[in-house]
């Protein structure tokens, strides 16, 4: 992959591209003000990002248009230079609730369309406003839906000029098969957001998108926040990683930067999250580096095949996507 172009794109199936490096936007609320996130999209666009994730559900989308809106009007970047991702949610995955769902989106965003509009998770969930729903006794409301048939709204959307690229997340080989073998298919996946680090490397999910021009984004690049409800903290901080801050001494990078580099380097694109100055402009600082192939190989082999995210309260849903072994 050449990464010596200004703008660290990598192209997609569909002919458009997507920069190797975006600004993740999920904050906890508990710890994140109003603001906050628009003042980081703000700084993100003015380091150099151009790639911002985001979606509905984290409840700042209307933040990140506004920052995107108010860096267009200063004549910073234009509409164009923009990549910004939007995903739909599990409770909206029935054919009719597709494109009011995006139309909801672009309407918080206050932009005419999308550059990449992505299926969460594959698992749905009862239909309606309420995010995570549940019954009177605490159990998830699952629902059943059949993915190809989200996926043929999520095609008329991008007919309709509503989106430029599709994609999906937290999808397994076999979710990715579905939707790539389905009959009259118009518009292929061009890529699959996973989570993905030195410590979850994807060495399998990886060769099988590459195989199939789908490209592998990845989230909690750095080993997530941390927070208890959501992330499994029996594993180890990665960023306290020996080797990962040793190779950082050596580079004279820092361990995020070590980790970061690696998978852009293995064509993976990245989307850390970070709110702090500072660390917005350090996670961007990875392009005037490379790691030799032996540190790549030692850096590979950390993996535990273990995930921060197991998403495992919903472990008995039927489309629950980690069973599979990638
Ligand atoms: N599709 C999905 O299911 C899914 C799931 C999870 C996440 N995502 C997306 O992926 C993005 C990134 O994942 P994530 O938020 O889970 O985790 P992450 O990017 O791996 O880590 C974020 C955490 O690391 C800290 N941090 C950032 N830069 C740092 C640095 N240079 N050194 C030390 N600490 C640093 C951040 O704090 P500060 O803000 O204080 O810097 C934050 O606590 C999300 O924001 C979201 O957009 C998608």
């Known amino acids: 992959m050449d990464l010596s172009a200004a703008d660290h794109r990598i192209p997609l199936s569909d002919g458009n591209s997507i920069p190797v490096i975006g600004i993740g ?54 509409r164009e230079d923009i990549f910004y991702c939007g995903k739909l949610w599990a409770t909206k995955l029935d054919p009719e609730w597709v494109r009011p769902t995006l139309e909801k989106t672009l309407s918080v965003l206050q932009l005419d369309y999308v550059d990449l509009y992505i299926i969460e998770v594959p698992m749905a969930f009862k239909p309606g406003d309420e995010v995570y729903p549940r019954d009177e006794n605490g159990r998830w409301l699952y629902h059943n839906t059949n993915l190809c048939a989200t996926w043929e709204a999520l095609e ?41 680090h030195p410590y979850f490397t994807q060495t399998k999910l990886l060769k099988f998108c590459q195989q199939h021009d789908i490209v592998l984004i990845a989230y909690s690049p750095l080993g997530t ?31 995020a930067q070590v980790v970061l580099r690696f998978n852009i380097q293995r064509g993976v694109v990245v989307i850390p999250k970070s709110f702090n100055p500072e660390r917005i402009k350090e996670n961007f600082q990875v392009f005037d580096f490379s790691l030799t192939e032996d540190d790549m190989n030692k850096i ?27």
Not at 179 to 192: A, M, R
Not at 232 to 239: A, E, I, Q, R
């Open 25 to 78: 936007t999920y904050s906890e609320p508990k710890i994140t003000s109003k603001g906050d996130c628009l003042t980081a999209v703000k700084m993100a666009i003015d380091t150099g990002y151009r790639h911002i994730d985001g979606a509905y559900i984290y409840k700042n989308e209307h933040e990140v248009g506004e920052a995107i809106r108010e860096k267009i009007a200063e004549g910073k970047v234009q």
């Open 156 to 196: 008329a959307c991008k007919d309709a000029g509503l989106v430029k690229s599709l994609g999906v997340s937290n999808f397994n080989r076999r979710q990715l098969e579905l939707i790539l073998n389905k009959p009259g298919l118009k518009h292929k996946p061009v890529s699959n957001q996973v989570e993905c």
């Open 225 to 255: 926040s941390r927070n208890p409800i959501w992330v499994n903290t029996s594993s180890p901080p990665l960023l306290k990683d020996a080797l990962l801050n040793s190779l950082g001494k050596k580079y004279n990078k820092t361990a």
């Open 300 to 326: 590979e082999a950390l993996n535990k095949n273990t995930r921060f995210v197991e998403l495992l309260m919903w472990c008995d849903h039927p489309e629950y996507p980690f069973h599979d072994e990638y």
